[in-house]
């Protein structure tokens, strides 16, 4: 009887495959990387160049570019070819780079910004996309492990690349220290990638209108939380809404789908499981402020604010090892369990985080028992997208998982960029601004896990009616 070989990790990092797997993960591996430095440096940049008041606009400007980036990137493989298209998005990022390196002020830091998420989101995307088109079949699984690791590694290194360089007074270093990864990664694109995926002939449609709509709310919000005025910031945030109120309908009517069918309703299971990604990826994007929060009101160094900031990210890969291989009775109680830990966490941080008496191994527990929550169902939504999707449209909901997750990280940044500074985060500023910004903030964003709560619920009761019937 004939039978399939197994395959091994040998297989993937061995030879040839495991230069193309390390391009593949390096390209992933500088996006992410680079996601833990920003967060890490940015309460020294702001002390440095100043520009407070657009602290949070450092992730939304960011993540919004990542979301075009990833966008983009099919119709380049198309149009240019899978090796030219990743030289050209290296580029991007090694650009953005450089300029946030030399930015003398906060909206230049905030234009390069902005080049650097364009880049690292066609990295990103670019990065998955490529698998199937230079690996065997039987190595995709564990390609697809060894690019979705790399944002481990980010979570390990890059707060100590930020707040090694913070700590010393030398932020602007910890961007030039990327461009090394760069460098060895821009040589195995160029020896090892093939020039494949090119037909100008197919004609690839990309909803960049409805792109557009997704990041215009996004900035809409953000541009709120520029003005002092409530009022203002109340029309902003409604405003922002509205624009993905539009989106919403512009995709139900067009020929070529955003997100699948039944994706806009919350009465369909599909709809559900999205809008609980969507809830408990926005619940971790306060991890935006984690190291201000920590430095400013608790007084740690750069360097531990940075590690501590990452245990959110941490506490959901852990989660996912831990809930990965569970049975269908257990993984209905996780995706209930799930929000209640992070609403919880995030609850006892709006006590804990003003707090100056509070030490830093409690505020660890809470942190990381936010980003637990989301990793105890994360593996299980991801999977409920693929059963709830129509068949016809499985690789539009999974693309769409990406897109989501993103979008929820640029949407959260910019609601915590309002609160926190329509709660004192710029005026009256400093340690007074830190504890009411932090209150406000976790106070505002516990409803995000909880309205998850009330999801998982729903969705609960109704695999329980699907199965007495």
């Not at 193309?20 to 020294?44: C, D, E, Q, Y």
């Not at 390069?112 to 199937?132: C, F, H, I, K």
Request: include cysteine; charge should be positive.
């Amino acid at each position: 009887m004939h039978t399939e070989p197994s395959v091994s990790w040998l297989d993937l990092l061995w030879g040839r495959n495991g230069l193309r797997s390390f391009a593949l993960a390096g390209g992933v591996a500088v996006h992410a990387v680079n996601v833990f430095i920003a967060t890490t440096i940015l309460p020294s940049v702001v002390q440095d160049i100043g520009g407070l008041e657009y602290y949070a606009w450092n992730t939304t400007l960011f993540v919004a570019a990542s979301i075009l980036g990833s966008s983009c990137a099919p119709m380049g493989i198309r149009w240019m070819g899978l090796r030219q298209i990743f030289l050209t998005a290296l580029l991007v990022f090694v650009v953005g780079t450089v300029g946030c390196a030399l930015a003398p002020s906060m909206p230049c830091l905030l234009f390069w910004r902005t080049w650097q998420g364009l880049g690292g989101g066609m990295l990103l995307s670019l990065a998955y996309a490529t698998v199937p088109l230079i690996f065997d079949e039987r190595l995709w699984a564990r390609a697809m492990a060894l690019i979705s690791s790399m944002w481990g590694v980010a979570t390990l290194s890059g707060p100590a690349i930020g707040g090694m360089f913070a700590q010393t007074g030398h932020w602007r270093w910890a961007f030039w220290a990327v461009l090394p990864i760069c460098a060895v990664l821009a040589v195995l694109l160029l020896t090892q990638i093939d020039a494949v995926g090119r037909d100008r002939s197919t004609r690839v449609d990309a909803p960049l209108g409805r792109m557009g709509l997704l990041v215009g709310s996004v900035l809409v919000i953000s541009a709120a939380s520029l003005s002092s005025v409530w009022a203002w910031q109340a029309v902003g945030v409604l405003g922002g809404l509205g624009l993905l109120v539009v989106l919403a309908r512009a995709d139900k009517r067009a020929s070529q789908r955003f997100l699948p069918e039944g994706a806009w309703s919350l009465n369909s299971p599909l709809g559900r499981t999205y809008a609980m990604i969507g809830l408990l990826s926005i619940g971790v994007t306060t991890e935006v402020f984690v190291p201000y929060f920590l430095q400013v009101i608790h007084g740690e160094t750069p360097l531990a604010a940075g590690y501590l900031s990452a245990l959110m990210s941490a506490g959901w890969t852990l989660g996912t090892l831990i809930s990965s291989s569970r049975g269908p009775i257990t993984v209905g109680r996780l995706l209930v369990l799930g929000p209640i830990l992070s609403t919880l966490a995030l609850a006892a941080l709006a006590v804990a985080m003003p707090l100056q008496s509070v030490g830093a191994w409690t505020l660890s527990v809470l942190l990381l028992g936010v980003g637990l929550g989301v990793g105890l169902c994360w593996p299980h939504l991801l999977t409920d997208v693929f059963r709830a999707a129509p068949p016809d449209q499985q690789n539009i909901a999974s693309a769409a998982i990406t897109t989501l997750q993103l979008y929820a990280m640029a949407l959260g940044a910019s609601v915590a960029g309002v609160v926190a500074n329509s709660a004192g985060f710029i005026e009256p500023g400093g340690l007074a601004g830190a504890q009411r910004s932090a209150l406000a903030v976790y106070a505002v964003f516990v409803c995000a896990p909880a309205l998850a709560i009330w999801l998982a619920v729903r969705a609960r009761r109704s695999r329980m009616q699907i199965s007495l019937s």
